[in-house]
């Protein structure tokens, strides 16, 4: 089964944030090639703008530093979305539990992917990158976003060129 998605062909803005873990061992490699495709993309003029931010792998919820804010309301937004169109963002997002090392206490830790890609059109979130449908289990992977991105620049041209 194939999962439903938004039609941008005919936004005026789309843009795509792209975060990616910054310090993660062995991903470098992946994440500056969907990087490359992304700006390639951008580069066309049919996606405006391609914004890129670096989080950490694992956010503890009570942090306060500003990035950890934003880490949060996206996550949230994020959550969000996907309730609102039958998907869920595990296994690449979750929580989990950990105790600390200096007191009995534990607390529940935000889990990120590696890699995430969100696209907006004129302004609303249309797509996240890895998502799962909670209906047929399939997940849409942050290279199928990718992938579809380009269809879309595809047939817009294809249009423009008739």
Do not use: K
């Amino acid at each position: 089964m194939v999962i439903e998605h938004t039609d941008i062909s005919n936004a005026d803005d789309v843009h795509v944030d792209v975060f990616h873990c910054a310090s993660m061992h062995g991903t470098h490699e992946q994440q500056r090639h969907v990087i490359g495709r992304l700006e390639s993309i951008a580069e066309t003029g049919n996606v405006d703008r391609v914004h890129r931010q670096a989080w950490a792998h694992e956010l503890m919820p009570e942090a306060d530093d500003d990035w950890c804010e934003e880490a949060r309301a996206t996550y949230s937004r994020f959550w969000t979305w996907a309730r609102e169109h039958d998907r869920t963002l595990e296994p690449a997002f979750g929580t989990r539990t950990v105790s600390s090392m200096v007191s009995d206490d534990s607390y529940e830790i935000i889990t990120f992917p590696v890699l995430c890609v969100a696209v907006y059109a004129d302004g609303t979130l249309v797509e996240v990158a890895p998502s799962t449908d909670v209906e047929t289990d399939t997940t849409y992977t942050v290279t199928d976003c990718i992938d579809d991105l380009e269809r879309t620049v595809s047939a817009q041209r294809a249009r423009a060129s008739t």
